[in-house]
């Protein structure tokens, strides 16, 4: 038995000497330089393509076997221009195990790779003939073929790359430059350390960012298995419109790909940059997420995003249960919860807090989005239900409940020269009405409040259905409380060509002067009553609207009175007049300490591009009765109308009596609206003083006269 140890041991000494023997001789002798010529002239023919070897071929052969190449380039397909190129290439492979059929990899190390692929119009690429099938050789290893080489590699270096694609039907271009990486042992259930750095350039969408990535891989290739574990990367650069971008994402990601199964633990994304003046940071945290087949679920996942603006800034929170579908494209977000915060000096107590709770439910295939929310928002308490139909073209439908809302806190302040109406401004200096956002809105839903505030008009239990469709806007009804009485009706928006707007209101019993105070700071009507609003107007500007306002307008008030005049007192001042020559008329602006009671005020206007005409005034009270006509210019904020006081047979109350009943009185009221005149005709009061007294004395001789006919 020894001496058969013994000599096979000599034998296999003996061959292991011949083999290496053998390589030496190869090594000494073998020049794969001289094969240049062939190589190429192969190439030229089988791919009708050059390949370019002007640096030296070395080979090595022990204590590893292996291959160094320098300077190779390859052209285009039936092109002298370069396809791709290397300035260095090494490979080697460990050579006792390659003698048990076990490839065993040393070193791969690559330098100055660059390579251009592109995708031309009609699909094809320039790559196309490199990767048409070979035909299965005589005793090359089969499918079905159970040796497996061993995969061990040492390292692998990859130093000064370049790659690019370009598509030449869409124009876009991307390209990975100043690639590196390095990694340590990498083998089947070897944990290998990977270290890599590349600068990514896109022109659609614009992208110029630089990225390195540390981990650590570990994979079976037999049970399709793979695990990074530590992972690190950083990217920063520019995105789209986004400057200064950085990105940070950290974690363990793992796949099993026999399993259909993936995972992430700990896993957390942060990004930050800069849009205009705009800065903004996100992150992400997910404690773990993992999918198996098409499902996917997660732990509560933590989204944090803060918005920095010049005059404010926000912070909003999003945590959720993440679960769904891949293949049914279906993501579900479970036990959302929705927190923001906003500061700025323009904000109410100059920061905002708002918690929403809910769920989203989000159906790629059937481009569908459900959400439920409840909660704060803003200084509100609002329960939501929205749907999405469609994506490129959404169709929304909306219920909403809101507890309260004031608008005004967040719209800009007006400033102490704005208290009072502005004169008429020139429609040419105005902004046109920009609207065409209507046009691609698709609404249908119902918004209840229970108390409104917005410029200043306040209004409780609010209800305003919407439906919109390619530029059509409806809100039927329109209904809300305000000023001790109610109002119903409509609006409706075209905004598909010229803007125009219709309005259609009932108000009743409403307190007209603290409506028209708060709403324009217009304080000349007191009253309480029904007010009808039948108007269309169309136009490219505000001003251009008022020109064109068309339709009818009523007003049926009690108790009330018209405010800077008081009428009775005018005539009780001017009793001085009778019996002297004449007197002329007296002309004085509002005055916000007169006004004129009434008990009953009635008045109808029809309005024809922007003038509202009026013929059927009728003002009552135990002192006077008016009665008037004339035109109040909406467009020119203006108005031109003459009103007549018919006294009564004496003048009691609002201060005083007087002998100067039943006289009517003209009284014009003209000009702008923020300057007002009222005109008092006191001549032709006093020829109708003298009219009356004429017909008096006439009166009175013809009694006495039929009076001495009859005795």
């Given at each position: 038995?020894?001496?058969?140890?013994?000599?096979?041991?000599?034998?296999?000494?003996?061959?292991?000497?011949?083999?290496?023997?053998?390589?030496?001789?190869?090594?000494?002798?073998?020049?794969?330089?001289?094969?240049?010529?062939?190589?190429?002239?192969?190439?030229?023919?089988?791919?009708?393509?050059?390949?370019?070897?002007?640096?030296?071929?070395?080979?090595?052969?022990?204590?590893?076997?292996?291959?160094?190449?320098?300077?190779?380039?390859?052209?285009?397909?039936?092109?002298?221009?370069?396809?791709?190129?290397?300035?260095?290439?090494?490979?080697?492979?460990?050579?006792?195990?390659?003698?048990?059929?076990?490839?065993?990899?040393?070193?791969?190390?690559?330098?100055?790779?660059?390579?251009?692929?592109?995708?031309?119009?009609?699909?094809?690429?320039?790559?196309?003939?490199?990767?048409?099938?070979?035909?299965?050789?005589?005793?090359?290893?089969?499918?079905?073929?159970?040796?497996?080489?061993?995969?061990?590699?040492?390292?692998?270096?990859?130093?000064?790359?370049?790659?690019?694609?370009?598509?030449?039907?869409?124009?876009?271009?991307?390209?990975?430059?100043?690639?590196?990486?390095?990694?340590?042992?990498?083998?089947?259930?070897?944990?290998?350390?990977?270290?890599?750095?590349?600068a990514i350039q896109a022109s659609q969408p614009k992208l110029d960012i630089t990225a390195q990535l540390k981990t650590t891989l570990t994979f079976d290739l037999g049970k399709q298995q793979y695990r990074l574990e530590g992972l690190d990367l950083q990217a920063g650069g520019a995105a789209l419109d986004i400057s200064s971008l950085k990105i940070k994402a950290g974690g363990d990601i793992s796949a099993d790909l026999a399993a259909h199964e993936f995972g992430a633990k700990k896993f957390s994304l942060n990004a930050s940059g800069t849009k205009a003046k705009d800065?903004?940071?996100?992150?992400?945290?997910?404690?773990?997420?993992?999918?198996?087949?098409?499902?996917?679920?997660?732990?509560?996942?933590?989204?944090?995003?803060?918005?920095?603006?010049?005059?404010?800034?926000?912070?909003?929170?999003?945590?959720?249960?993440?679960?769904?579908?891949?293949?049914?494209?279906?993501?579900?977000?479970?036990?959302?919860?929705?927190?923001?915060?906003?500061?700025?000096?323009?904000?109410?107590?100059?920061?905002?807090?708002?918690?929403?709770?809910?769920?989203?439910?989000?159906?790629?295939?059937?481009?569908?989005?459900?959400?439920?929310?409840?909660?704060?928002?803003?200084?509100?308490?609002?329960?939501?239900?929205?749907?999405?139909?469609?994506?490129?073209?959404?169709?929304?439908?909306?219920?909403?409940?809101?507890?309260?809302?004031?608008?005004?806190?967040?719209?800009?302040?007006?400033?102490?020269?704005?208290?009072?109406?502005?004169?008429?401004?020139?429609?040419?200096?105005?902004?046109?009405?920009?609207?065409?956002?209507?046009?691609?809105?698709?609404?249908?839903?119902?918004?209840?409040?229970?108390a409104l505030k917005v410029a200043n008009v306040k209004s409780t239990n609010v209800r305003l259905d919407v439906k919109a469709h390619k530029g059509l806007v409806n809100i039927n009804p329109l209904s809300a409380n305000l000023y001790q009485g109610s109002m119903n009706g409509s609006v409706s928006v075209n905004a598909q060509a010229t803007p125009g707007i219709a309005i259609n209101q009932n108000l009743s019993g409403v307190n007209v002067a603290a409506l028209t105070k708060d709403a324009a700071n217009f304080d000349t009507l007191e009253g309480k009553g029904n007010?009808?609003?039948?108007?269309?107007?169309?136009?490219?500007?505000?001003?251009?609207?008022?020109?064109?306002?068309?339709?009818?307008?009523?007003?049926?008030?009690?108790?009330?009175?018209?405010?800077?005049?008081?009428?009775?007192?005018?005539?009780?001042?001017?009793?001085?007049?009778?019996?002297?020559?004449?007197?002329?008329?007296?002309?004085?602006?509002?005055?916000?300490?007169?006004?004129?009671?009434?008990?009953?005020?009635?008045?109808?206007?029809?309005?024809?591009?922007?003038?509202?005409?009026?013929?059927?005034?009728?003002?009552?009270?135990?002192?006077?009765?008016?009665?008037?006509?004339?035109?109040?210019?909406?467009?020119?904020?203006?108005?031109?109308?003459?009103?007549?006081?018919?006294?009564?047979?004496?003048?009691?109350?609002?201060?005083?009596?007087?002998?100067?009943?039943?006289?009517?009185?003209?009284?014009?009221?003209?000009?702008?609206?923020?300057?007002?005149?009222?005109?008092?005709?006191?001549?032709?009061?006093?020829?109708?003083?003298?009219?009356?007294?004429?017909?008096?004395?006439?009166?009175?001789?013809?009694?006495?006269?039929?009076?001495?006919?009859?005795?």
């Amino acid at each position: 038995m020894n001496k058969v140890l013994k000599y096979s041991l000599i034998g296999a000494g003996a061959i292991a000497g011949v083999a290496i023997a053998g390589v030496a001789y190869v090594a000494a002798t073998f020049n794969p330089n001289d094969y240049k010529a062939g190589i190429i002239k192969s190439v030229k023919e089988s791919k009708q393509r050059d390949l370019h070897l002007d640096g030296d071929i070395r080979l090595s052969f022990f204590p590893n076997i292996g291959a160094n190449i320098g300077k190779v380039s390859l052209s285009e397909f039936n092109s002298d221009k370069e396809f791709a190129a290397i300035e260095n290439a090494h490979v080697s492979l460990a050579l006792l195990p390659l003698l048990s059929g076990q490839a065993v990899v040393n070193e791969v190390a690559l330098s100055g790779l660059r390579a251009m692929l592109v995708k031309r119009k009609d699909g094809s690429t320039n790559i196309d003939d490199l990767l048409g099938k070979k035909e299965e050789k005589a005793g090359e290893p089969k499918a079905g073929d159970k040796r497996q080489a061993r995969f061990d590699i040492a390292s692998v270096s990859i130093e000064k790359t370049a790659l690019t694609y370009r598509d030449e039907g869409s124009g876009a271009q991307y390209a990975v430059k100043d690639l590196s990486l390095n990694t340590g042992r990498i083998a089947n259930g070897v944990p290998g350390k990977i270290s890599l750095s590349a600068a990514i350039q896109a022109s659609q969408p614009k992208l110029d960012i630089t990225a390195q990535l540390k981990t650590t891989l570990t994979f079976d290739l037999g049970k399709q298995q793979y695990r990074l574990e530590g992972l690190d990367l950083q990217a920063g650069g520019a995105a789209l419109d986004i400057s200064s971008l950085k990105i940070k994402a950290g974690g363990d990601i793992s796949a099993d790909l026999a399993a259909h199964e993936f995972g992430a633990k700990k896993f957390s994304l942060n990004a930050s940059g800069t849009k205009a003046k705009d800065a903004f940071e996100a992150t992400l945290d997910a404690p773990a997420l993992s999918l198996t087949k098409d499902k996917f679920s997660g732990e509560k996942l933590t989204l944090d995003v803060g918005l920095r603006q010049p005059e404010q800034a926000f912070k909003v929170k999003l945590s959720s249960q993440l679960s769904g579908n891949l293949q049914a494209r279906q993501f579900n977000l479970n036990d959302l919860v929705v927190a923001i915060n906003a500061s700025g000096d323009k904000l109410p107590n100059k920061s905002v807090s708002s918690e929403m709770k809910g769920s989203v439910q989000v159906d790629a295939a059937k481009e569908a989005v459900q959400v439920n929310l409840a909660g704060g928002l803003l200084q509100s308490r609002v329960k939501a239900k929205v749907g999405v139909n469609g994506f490129a073209e959404p169709a929304i439908r909306f219920d909403v409940d809101v507890d309260q809302f004031d608008a005004d806190l967040y719209l800009p302040k007006k400033s102490p020269n704005e208290a009072k109406p502005a004169a008429p401004k020139s429609t040419e200096s105005e902004q046109p009405l920009d609207l065409s956002g209507l046009r691609k809105l698709n609404l249908d839903g119902s918004l209840r409040l229970g108390a409104l505030k917005v410029a200043n008009v306040k209004s409780t239990n609010v209800r305003l259905d919407v439906k919109a469709h390619k530029g059509l806007v409806n809100i039927n009804p329109l209904s809300a409380n305000l000023y001790q009485g109610s109002m119903n009706g409509s609006v409706s928006v075209n905004a598909q060509a010229t803007p125009g707007i219709a309005i259609n209101q009932n108000l009743s019993g409403v307190n007209v002067a603290a409506l028209t105070k708060d709403a324009a700071n217009f304080d000349t009507l007191e009253g309480k009553g029904n007010v009808g609003l039948n108007l269309t107007m169309q136009g490219h500007t505000v001003g251009a609207m008022k020109k064109a306002l068309n339709g009818n307008i009523s007003l049926n008030l009690a108790d009330g009175a018209v405010k800077g005049i008081n009428i009775a007192k005018k005539l009780r001042d001017a009793r001085g007049m009778f019996g002297k020559g004449g007197a002329s008329a007296q002309t004085q602006s509002a005055n916000k300490e007169e006004k004129t009671d009434f008990s009953e005020l009635k008045a109808s206007f029809k309005v024809n591009n922007g003038v509202a005409h009026n013929d059927d005034l009728s003002l009552k009270s135990p002192l006077l009765r008016l009665s008037g006509n004339g035109d109040i210019d909406i467009g020119n904020d203006s108005m031109n109308y003459l009103a007549k006081a018919t006294l009564a047979g004496t003048l009691e109350g609002q201060g005083g009596k007087d002998s100067v009943g039943g006289l009517t009185v003209p009284v014009r009221i003209s000009g702008p609206f923020a300057e007002l005149k009222y005109t008092l005709d006191f001549g032709a009061m006093i020829g109708e003083a003298a009219k009356q007294k004429v017909q008096t004395e006439v009166k009175t001789k013809l009694q006495d006269q039929l009076k001495g006919l009859f005795k």
